[in-house]
Structures are given as C-alpha cells and as structure tokens.
C-alpha cells in the first residue's frame, strides 16, 4: 500500500504485480458482463433512468437533486414504468 497525503494508507494501480493486475482487469471484465446481463432483464432500469433524463431535459430544473428527488419519490412512478412495460410487450 503506498501512503496518501496526510498518512492514509490506498492502492495504487502501478503497486499492484502483474498477477494482480491480470486478476483486476478479468474482475474488471466478468463485473460489466453481470451488469450488461442485469440490465438486459430488467428493462425497467433502463425505463427509470431515460424517463429521468427525458424529463430533466425537457424541464431544465436549476435544482437537478431536488428534481432527482422528487422524480425518484413520485408515488406514480412505479405505475408509469409498469405501463411502460406493458406498452413495449404489445409493441413487440
């Protein structure tokens, strides 16, 4: 571990051995092929974040974390994805 301002103690990628590194980048690789799998079941996820940046861009909001917020919490909002869903099936 090398030293960091102020005496903490991390990890620099340049400390690691070429084993390690080899480990790191196929972790690395298995960890985005989980992720691309995981998003591709749940297509909600992928309905939650484009209608949130539609929204946010249609909207403007100068407040982006306060608009976040209140999208994220809107009580209608799982009925919207769940409409969404339905509509892309029947569009299918």
Not at 3 to 32: C, D, H, M, N, V
């Amino acid at each position: 571990m090398a030293s960091l301002p102020g005496g903490i103690q991390g990890l620099y990628p340049e400390a690691l051995s070429p084993e390690q590194l080899e480990k790191l980048r196929g972790f690395k690789i298995q960890t985005r092929i989980t992720n691309e799998k995981y998003l591709r079941t749940h297509k909600e996820v992928e309905l939650l974040i484009s209608g949130f940046f539609r929204e946010m861009f249609l909207e403007r909001p100068d407040n982006v974390q306060e608009f976040a917020a209140d999208y994220f919490t809107d009580p209608r909002l799982p009925n919207k994805i769940h409409m969404q869903l339905i509509k892309e099936k029947k569009a299918a």
